[in-house]
């Protein structure tokens, strides 16, 4: 079975622009998770989707950051206007059900210059 | 909330010597606990878990942990590492009841460097 698939695996874009990264998970899993990895944070949850609906999304950093589900098998975090800051390695993530293993796909590395 | 700490930031083993890497955890009650590799531009792979039952759990590449309740541990080991073993490890816990049980905090994670 494919894993998570996430694209594109790398990204470099200029401050101000719009990026929208991409998550398509396991095939079978209801739970979908974003998370992004920093030197500093380390491994942060931005995100938590159970059946396609956002369930905890306490971890977006600010409103410049959105994240949809429109069905199962598709998930998008976009960031507008994107900073410097914001760059990172993001992680999608699956589960069968909400407390299960998680299964990361290879992560998406965006650099904002 | 639960947290994670692994006390060892860089560890550097020769190949062939044996592995010990650390995870404390603060949680109060029987957590999930995981631990998970992530080689250089890669995502992160499950090593091995544990969710209840037998407290020596064996995990895949011949890694295994131990949930030591009184200690509050889950150390990670392997008798003889590779030096396909480099790579960077991550413990995490997770709630096993309430409504926030989907959540993993993960450690800041242990970089192994393996010396041939």
């Known amino acids: 079975d494919a894993g998570v698939i996430q694209s594109p695996r790398h990204e470099v874009t200029e401050m101000g622009q719009e990026v929208t990264l991409r998550c398509k998970p396991i095939?079978?899993?209801?739970?979908l998770f974003w998370y992004r990895q920093t030197m500093m944070r380390g491994l942060e949850l931005l995100i938590y989707?159970?059946?396609?609906?956002?369930?905890?999304d306490s971890g977006m950093p600010e409103d410049r950051f959105s994240a949809k589900m429109p069905n199962a098998s598709f998930s998008t975090l976009k960031i507008q206007p994107s900073e410097p800051r914001d760059s990172a390695v993001y992680f999608c993530?699956?589960?069968?059900?909400?407390?299960?293993?998680?299964?990361f796909g290879p992560g998406t590395r965006l650099t904002v210059l | 909330a639960q947290s994670v700490t692994q006390p060892d930031i860089h560890i550097t083993v020769s190949e062939g010597a044996s592995l010990e890497l650390r995870c404390n955890y603060s949680?109060?009650?029987?957590?999930?606990l995981f631990w998970y590799v992530q080689s250089p531009g890669q995502g992160l792979q499950l090593l091995l878990k544990?969710?209840?039952?037998?407290?020596l759990v064996q995990g895949i590449k011949g890694f295994e942990a131990e949930f030591k309740r009184s200690q509050s541990s889950f150390n990670l080991r392997k008798p003889s590492v590779h030096w396909s073993d480099a790579a960077e490890y991550f413990c995490?816990?997770?709630?096993?009841?309430?409504?926030?049980?989907?959540?993993?905090?993960f450690g800041k994670g242990t970089l192994l460097t393996v010396n041939p």
């Open positions: 095939s079978g899993h209801n739970s």
């Open positions: 993530a699956s589960s069968q059900d909400r407390k299960d293993t998680q299964y």
């Open positions: 995490a816990v997770g709630k096993n009841s309430g409504g926030s049980n989907y959540k993993l905090t």
């Open positions: 989707f159970n059946n396609n609906v956002p369930i905890d």
């Open positions: 949680y109060g009650a029987t957590p999930y």
């Open positions: 544990y969710f209840s039952g037998d407290t």
